[in-house]
């Protein structure tokens, strides 16, 4: 399981299955057990993007739901980003799970996409730092 340093509430169960019910695709375990944990949150970790911050499951569903990144960004599936310009995703684009996670320029656009995680499993096995 993920641990956030800075982690918020847990999501509700309502948002969890608004979010499952939104999503095209049968979310990873990992990514809807860590949104039970906290639903957002940021964290440091020993690997790039060095900072990770975590979408609530709200923010989630307003990804997919926004026709400017469907129309724009097809295959992705947004979660999270590096607390900065960069958005992390699942690239949902070879149609088969597990997915990778990459970070995606949105200025850039989807050719930025460059793969930080096999999957979200291999993701959630970063060592992550503690936050003094």
Known sequence: MCVISLCTRAALQVDISCLVRASSVS?????VGLLSFSNGGEGS??????MFVLDSAGEIVRSIEDEWLSANFP???FFGGN???ERMALDLRSGNPPWPIVMIDPIAGPESAREVAA???TFCQVHWVEQS
Request: proline content about 15%; glycine content about 16%.
């Open 45 to 50: 970790v020993a690997l790039p993007p060095l």
């Open 119 to 121: 999957d979200f499993a």
């Open 27 to 31: 979310l990873p375990d990992e990514l």
């Open 83 to 85: 607390g900065g310009l």
């Open 75 to 77: 295959g992705f599936l």
